[in-house]
């Protein structure tokens, strides 16, 4: 079968969603799910995919097999020792949920068999690879989603709507957290560094309501945490930004703490402003308020539906509020930041 008929049969596969019974019934049919990496991420989005009734998930693939194996054992799938393995599973679509440093040859493997991919951040260490297959996805033309849950939040798009046509003026933003225990972290060639790995969550909810940014400075204390072995990253960054309209922006983002203290950003616009953190959002316009929950979960069960939705249905692609062209703009904001503190200079950004 040539790679053109691999992408047709795939697609065939992704689109169909229902067939009709011998009485004239229509039966859903479930999506078929692959998952490359078996860690936390996987474990998360293999929870949520269980609950939906039109979703199978039929094999698993990590370089840890005994982790594979136990994670394939919670969801009733397959263990598969390669990636080529898990495609003779014949997925519809793939999860990748690997270390930063692990992208590249998963996903142009995946985008040979032309198949869906659900790729979780951060996309690469740097530009190089997501640059590379950023170019790949718009050839293959497939449906792709990133994991950037808090665009799914009803209290986000709330937040969008108020803030919609009205100048924004500043942005301040905060990400005050701590190591993860993966021991790659604290390296630069393995994790990208705390704004990669971590803040680029933020970044991409700051570019959802405020726009693209122009222009970057970036500082950092030159200081790894404590108590990482051969860390080479910095504890604490402090940046400013500029924005196409004009608006400025102030980030303060430090890995140094025990655990998660502060995550979100403060708008402030034109008769209104938003708050927004993991825990809620505060809406002002004037002098009236309103308060909306922010729950995670919710948000990440919207963004694994609404990929599910767009595998089964082509019109419902529109769904999908961050996909692999959206994601690769805020992960090259996040990685001009951390060239900047690294350059001690300022950096202009394309936009288009």
């Not at 930063?100 to 985008?111: S, T």
């Not at 994790?191 to 970044?203: A, D, N």
């Amino acid at each position: 079968m040539s790679q053109q008929e691999v992408r047709v049969a795939g697609s065939v596969r992704a689109a169909t969603a229902a067939r009709v019974t011998e009485g004239g019934q229509v039966a859903v049919t479930r999506c078929r799910i692959g998952l490359v990496g078996a860690g936390r991420a996987a474990a998360r989005h293999a929870s949520t995919l269980a609950r939906f009734h039109d979703v199978s998930i039929v094999g698993v693939t990590d370089c840890d097999l005994a982790a594979a194996a136990r994670l394939a054992a919670d969801c009733d799938a397959t263990v598969a020792p390669t990636v080529g393995a898990l495609l003779a599973l014949r997925p519809d679509a793939v999860f990748v949920c690997v270390p930063p440093f692990a992208h590249g040859p998963i996903e142009e493997e995946l985008l040979d068999a032309g198949l869906p991919i659900f790729v979780e951040t951060p996309l690469g260490v740097d530009r190089e690879v997501p640059d590379l297959l950023a170019r790949r996805v718009a050839s293959a033309g497939v449906v792709t989603a990133v994991g950037h849950h808090w665009r799914y939040s009803a209290a986000v798009r709330r937040a969008g709507a108020v803030l919609a046509g009205r100048p924004i003026r500043l942005v301040t933003g905060s990400w005050l957290d701590s190591v993860d225990t993966a021991g790659w972290w604290g390296r630069r060639d393995r994790s990208g560094g705390p704004i990669v790995e971590q803040v680029v969550h933020l970044l991409d909810l700051l570019r959802a309501l405020a726009g693209e940014v122009v222009e970057v400075y970036a500082a950092g204390d030159g200081t790894p945490p404590p108590g990482v072995a051969d860390a080479d990253i910095d504890g604490v960054t402090a940046a400013t930004l500029r924005f196409a309209s004009g608006a400025v922006a102030t980030l303060a983002t430090t890995c140094r703490f025990t655990g998660r203290r502060r995550a979100g950003l403060e708008i402030f616009a034109d008769g209104a402003s938003v708050t927004i953190t993991e825990d809620g959002c505060e809406i002002r316009v004037g002098d009236r308020s309103e308060w909306h929950a922010v729950d995670a979960e919710t948000s990440y069960r919207a963004a694994d539906r609404a990929f599910v939705d767009a595998i089964r249905r082509p019109e419902a692609r529109v769904g999908v509020l961050a996909d692999y062209a959206q994601a690769v703009r805020t992960h090259r904001l996040a990685c001009a930041l951390t060239r900047s503190a690294a350059e001690g200079r300022a950096l202009r950004l394309r936009t288009d």
